[in-house]
């Protein structure tokens, strides 16, 4: 039976293919551009959340209890070997390395800006983090160059120092007493995001704990973790918080460190919902326009039917069919389109370099590759066909409540 | 006549003309939503941005912004006065205020931390800024406070203090001896802006020349200019100050990334405008197109009579047009009413998002549309009808008069 309502359905269809035709256009292009929006909003999210965690934070970190929340030096773990043993061997791991943070005042030659000062391990923190790659001037730090510093570019403008000019950091050591060091600057790094190039100084961490006189070897504040997969998170959160004393400890996922991406990532969601809804209401006023036209012009026909015999039911299943097919043509067409055009940019990647500034700001590249989804386009279709289904109820009903007598004297 | 032609056919098939009409007033009302959402957003954002404590446009010492030290201050020069004085005399300019900055160590309980130490006048800051307004605990400066600071939240909990507890603040004076002063913490402020509540101290400014010996000197004069004002003002300050000595920036000049993304987000919204358009006139086209096919005899006829090809062309047109323009107007009725209504009321999506503090955007949307992107897109929708009664006005101007008399 619906194979027949099918059949009639598209032969109805092809009977105008001009207005058939027009509508499928219409139908496709909007579904073309709402897939391309949706692998597009994956795309750049999904690069934002790997550029977010991969600058600077790590997938997860693990700090002495209540360092989150209070930053404050003191709370730093005396020896991180615990953390270190529970590492070893673990499963979904990449690397790990230790830092120490503590934020302080810089100052060079009568100018001085806040800086947010970070030991690092320079071997370990190479494989954990990219601020390796954003060097742009001058080297990496080296583990025998005690005194060595790298600046935020933006920060080092600021300052008015470059390579080899002498910076003093001041920062409180655990006790509360303020420690003041003079470092060399070896390197400036440029990353695009804020809170790097204009806050960070990096130094080798045994000269940190030297300085702030952490003392101990193998004291840090954080240990910073990179896992293998944004999906291997929770996982390794779960493991370590069993191995874990969990009283002397915290272990974090990126997305407690900082909310934004998260946050963002939901705005987004949002963003996208609200233009699916409206460009599928719109499209389907344009179904509804083609399909009322299309009943008013056959009302004889409708007429003609029902007088042989052509029940309620079935003539209003036919035109809900009807539409269907319609929406499924255009719905296929605007798929194939819309993945073409996603996965093209996939490959090549779209270049938005004249946002520059604000896709750095929100640590993405400019260049931005869509990534298709099951889930985003099975979103779109959804919301189609459950479209199709409303657009197509009215013409239905109406073509179903016509009296025959009447709509055979129809001109 | 040719109007009179027209409409008569427009409202013969009456049902098919209101099909068709809703279909456009759909289409035209749902793009003006989407850029009500959007410019909703988006203002919200940028006034947040200016009004919080940016401002609308900065004045300071050449290159301050991107090398501040104290050096590079400014005093209240003529040249300085006289550039204000014609600025606020245009009536474009809401307010100003002074400030004095420069960066310290605070130290709290035990602990110490880097902060932006701003002085600002209490007086005048009320009326540019709504720094105030976040302040929640405790109260903001007020004229006559002597060495009283303001800290913000995250700032405050770092140095493990609270209101009354005394905050040192260590820095440099402008001959670069230490300066060092006590001050009581008299009010805490939450504005979800990390930069704000991270990093931030502020004291009365006539306390802080002072401590830095700096007495008449200041580092920012932040105006707040409506948007529209925005450029004219700025053209006005940079045509009367020397940019030897002076730099004048709008506050997307200082911070670009809002406006940036601003801008894209636009950017997209034109995409999807483009999208809408072609749906609504490939519906117009259906409707011309199919009025035009039905009445291919009595176009023949009309010819056969001496009408000619441009009479009925201009008729399909005209057609067009009227329906065109009924979707315009009942779209832009809905559309409007739609923005008026969620302007008023707010759309809530607090629970799908939290706030997004940096970027200064509430979960709680109220819709407004800027008049360019009005225009624009009722412009373009009603560019759309016309353009898509060309294929149908085509094919009419083609008829042979005696093949259409016999078309079925």
């Known amino acids: 039976m619906f194979r027949i309502y099918m059949r009639l359905g598209l032969r109805n269809l092809l009977l105008y293919p001009m207005r058939t035709g027009l509508t499928v256009v219409g139908l496709a292009v909007g579904i073309a551009a709402l897939t391309f929006l949706s692998a597009m909003n994956n795309g750049w999210l999904q690069n934002m959340k790997a550029n977010f965690v991969l600058t600077q934070m790590g997938h997860v970190q693990v700090h002495a209890k209540g360092f989150e929340k209070s930053r404050r030096i003191s709370d730093y773990m005396h020896a991180t070997s615990e953390v270190d043993k529970a590492l070893q061997n673990m499963p979904h791991i990449q690397a790990w390395t230790h830092r120490i943070r503590v934020s302080g005042l810089a100052s060079a030659a009568g100018a001085n800006a806040s800086v947010l000062v970070s030991g690092i391990e320079p071997e370990n923190e190479k494989k954990v983090s990219r601020l390796y790659g954003f060097v742009q001037q001058g080297e990496w730090l080296r583990k025998a160059d005690k005194r060595g510093v790298l600046l935020g570019d933006v920060l080092a403008e600021r300052l008015s120092v470059g390579l080899g000019d002498k910076v003093v950091l001041m920062a409180a050591s655990p006790e509360g007493d303020i420690a003041s060091e003079v470092f060399r600057v070896r390197g400036l790094i440029h990353s695009g995001v804020l809170d790097v190039d204009n806050l960070l100084a990096l130094v080798p961490i045994s000269m940190a704990r030297d300085w702030l006189g952490l003392g101990l070897e193998g004291a840090a504040t954080d240990v910073v973790i990179r896992a293998d997969a944004f999906t291997s998170v929770d996982g390794i959160v779960k493991n370590l918080k069993q191995r874990l004393d969990t009283h002397d400890f915290e272990v974090l996922r990126w997305q407690e460190i900082d909310p934004m991406a998260e946050q963002w990532t939901m705005f987004a969601d949002v963003y996208t919902w609200i233009v699916l809804l409206v460009v599928i209401i719109v499209v389907l006023a344009e179904v509804l326009n083609t399909m009322l036209m299309s009943m008013y012009d056959r009302v004889r026909e409708f007429g003609l039917m029902a007088a042989l015999g052509t029940g309620q039911g079935q003539l209003f299943a036919m035109v809900v069919c009807e539409t269907l097919v319609l929406v499924a043509m255009g719905g296929v067409l605007g798929f194939v389109l819309g993945a073409a055009a996603s996965l093209y940019f996939a490959e090549y990647g779209l270049n938005l370099s004249q946002y520059a500034t604000a896709f750095s700001f929100m640590y993405m590249s400019p260049i931005v590759y869509p990534e298709l989804t099951l889930n985003g386009c099975a979103r779109i279709l959804i919301a189609a066909m459950v479209g199709a289904v409303l657009a197509g109820i009215y013409p239905a009903w109406k073509a179903s409540r016509l009296n025959p007598a009447a709509a055979m004297r129809e001109v | ?408």
């Open chain 2, 1 to 408: 006549m040719i109007f009179s032609l027209a409409w008569r056919n427009v409202a013969r098939s009456w049902q098919r003309s209101l099909v068709t009409i809703a279909a456009v007033a759909t289409g035209l009302s749902a793009l003006i939503f989407l850029w009500g959402f959007n410019d909703g957003v988006h203002n919200t954002m940028m006034r947040n941005l200016q009004q919080v404590i940016v401002g609308s446009v900065q004045i300071h010492h050449a290159d301050f912004f991107k090398k501040s030290s104290l050096s590079r201050h400014m005093k209240l020069t003529p040249e300085l006065q006289n550039a204000l004085s014609k600025a606020q005399n245009s009536g474009q300019v809401k307010a100003l205020s002074w400030r004095l900055e420069t960066f310290a160590l605070a130290a709290g309980n035990d602990v110490s931390e880097g902060l932006l130490l701003l002085g600002m006048d209490a007086k005048s800051e009320a009326k540019t800024t709504r720094i105030a307004e976040k302040v929640d605990q405790g109260r903001f400066l007020q004229a006559g406070d002597g060495p009283v600071c303001v800290l913000g939240a995250t700032a405050a909990r770092n140095l493990g203090v609270n209101l009354g507890d005394d905050v040192i603040f260590l820095s440099q004076d402008r001959f670069g001896a230490l300066a060092a002063d006590k001050f009581k913490l008299i009010g805490i402020i939450s504005s979800g802006e990390m930069g704000i509540d991270r990093g931030l101290a502020i004291i009365p400014l006539n306390v802080l020349q002072n401590m830095l010996e700096m007495q008449g000197r200041y580092t920012r004069v932040v105006l707040q200019i409506a948007p529209d004002n925005l450029e004219a003002v700025t053209t006005l300050l940079r045509a009367s100050l020397n940019h030897k000595d002076y730099e004048v920036l709008r506050w997307y000049d200082m911070y670009p990334m809002m406006k940036q993304w601003v801008d894209l987000e636009n950017a997209f919204y034109y995409i999807f405008l483009g999208v809408v358009l072609l749906i609504v006139a490939a519906g117009i086209m259906n409707t011309v197109l199919m009025s035009m096919l039905e009445r291919v005899r009595e176009f023949g006829v009309m010819m056969a009579l001496g009408c000619s090809r441009s009479v009925l062309a201009g008729m399909v047109i005209v057609e067009s047009m009227i329906l065109g323009a009924l979707g315009v107007l009942l779209g832009l009725l809905i559309g409007l009413s739609l923005v008026a209504w969620f302007h008023s009321v707010g759309i809530d999506l607090s629970a799908e998002m939290d706030t997004i503090a940096r970027f200064y955007i509430d979960p709680v949307v109220y819709t407004e549309i800027d008049a360019d992107h009005l225009w624009q897109t009722a412009g373009s929708v009603m560019a759309a009808a016309i353009v898509a009664a060309f294929v149908p006005m085509w094919r009419v101007a083609k008829l042979q008069p005696v093949e259409a008399i016999h078309h079925v």
